[in-house]
């Protein structure tokens, strides 16, 4: 998986997969996967993804691309990529 480390924190690539039946992790060898319960209709899904990551990572996350795609970058404030690959892996049961 692609991470991206800058001076404000790591920027995540990642593949939604909106209207599934729960929300879901899942570590392809490119890039996350992420399953969402919401319906693309008027920003739910970037809520949803927003509310989940700042819950999963104890930090800022704001979107940065992607608004209207399925590909998305979101940038997860004041942390290191180790530690993203590390709560990645653990929420995603890859370790």
């Known amino acids: 998986m692609k991470l991206q480390e800058t001076s404000q924190g790591v920027i995540l690539d990642v593949h939604v997969k909106p209207s599934s039946k729960e929300f879901r992790l899942e570590l392809d060898e490119d890039e996350l996967v992420v399953s969402c319960r919401e319906a693309p209709v008027k920003g739910k899904v970037n809520k949803e993804l927003l509310k989940q990551f700042?819950?999963?990572?104890?930090?800022?996350?704001?979107?940065?691309?992607?608004?209207?795609?399925?590909?998305?970058?979101?940038?997860?404030?004041?942390?290191?990529?180790?530690?993203?690959?590390?709560?990645?892996?653990?929420?995603?049961?890859?370790?």
């Open 54 to 95: 700042s819950r999963l990572f104890g930090h800022n996350v704001e979107l940065v691309s992607g608004f209207t795609s399925r590909q998305k970058k979101f940038l997860v404030s004041d942390i290191k990529a180790e530690e993203v690959n590390r709560i990645l892996a653990s929420a995603s049961g890859t370790q």
